[in-house]
């Protein structure tokens, strides 16, 4: 069955240290985003693609970074000038500019050693 | 800028009994409208879509959800809940043939047997 993949499940990061999460679909959607979960705050869009090679910044992009250079895959990379980061974070996909409705992945949770 | 506001965070219904769970928006286009759930530690599930055409849409899981553009509204509703539907519903909106998707904060579901 076609989905999204994010790994890993549960991750941990130390002070100064960057971290990347996975995240694959094998959907063929064109659009993939990131998004950041907080309790009580809803979801918040940290980056998207359309396409491959091609990124822009969400409402929340300052200490993150992410590339697209396959269809299939969009990392996101949380970089030490990310203060807070502990969070939930989960992966989306969506077919084109049309329907908007998104596919999610099952989230990474990432915490603080 | 378009924004979602659900304005209950926790709604407790017995279990049979109706539920709505209350949406508006904020947006000076037209919009695509979305309701989506959230299970504990999973990622959403989209519940049912309005794009174009009647205003009362039918998703899964026996919920449907009327779009007033007159209130600015999208309702959730589901006539009989059971206890499988505890989870957290979150409302979206996007400007239509922008892929941008804006989510509100998210109501809690509380199904008491």
């Known amino acids: 069955d076609g989905g999204i993949t994010q790994s890993p499940k549960y991750l941990f990061r130390k002070e100064g240290q960057n971290v990347t999460l996975s995240c694959e679909q094998n959907?063929?959607?064109?659009?993939m985003y990131w998004y950041r979960q907080d309790p009580g705050q809803g979801l918040r869009l940290i980056y998207y693609?359309?396409?491959?090679?091609?990124?822009q910044k969400g409402d929340i992009a300052e200490g993150y970074s992410v590339s697209r250079e396959k269809k299939e895959s969009f990392p996101l990379t949380v970089t030490s000038a990310q203060k807070n980061p502990t969070a939930f974070y989960l992966c989306?996909?969506?077919?084109?500019?049309?329907?908007?409705?998104?596919?999610f992945g099952d989230g990474t949770r990432l915490s603080i050693l | 800028a378009q924004s979602v506001t659900q304005l209950d965070s926790q709604v407790p219904v017995f279990e049979e009994a109706p539920v709505e769970l209350r949406c508006n928006y904020s947006?000076?286009?037209?919009?695509?409208l979305f309701w989506y759930v959230q299970y504990p530690n999973q990622g959403l599930q989209l519940l049912l879509k309005?794009?174009?055409?009647?205003?009362l849409v039918k998703g899964i899981n026996g919920f449907e959800a009327e779009f007033n553009k007159s209130q600015t509204s999208f309702h959730l509703r589901k006539p009989s809940v059971h206890i499988s539907d505890t989870a957290e519903y979150f409302c979206?909106?996007?400007?239509?043939?922008?892929?941008?998707?804006?989510f509100g904060t998210g109501t809690k579901l509380q199904v008491i047997p």
């Open positions: 989306a996909s969506s077919m084109g500019p049309e329907t908007g409705s998104q596919h």
């Open positions: 959907l063929n959607h064109d659009a």
């Open positions: 693609s359309q396409i491959v090679n091609d990124f």
């Open positions: 947006s000076s286009v037209s919009v695509y």
């Open positions: 309005y794009l174009s055409g009647s205003t």
């Open positions: 979206a909106v996007s400007d239509r043939g922008y892929q941008k998707v804006t």
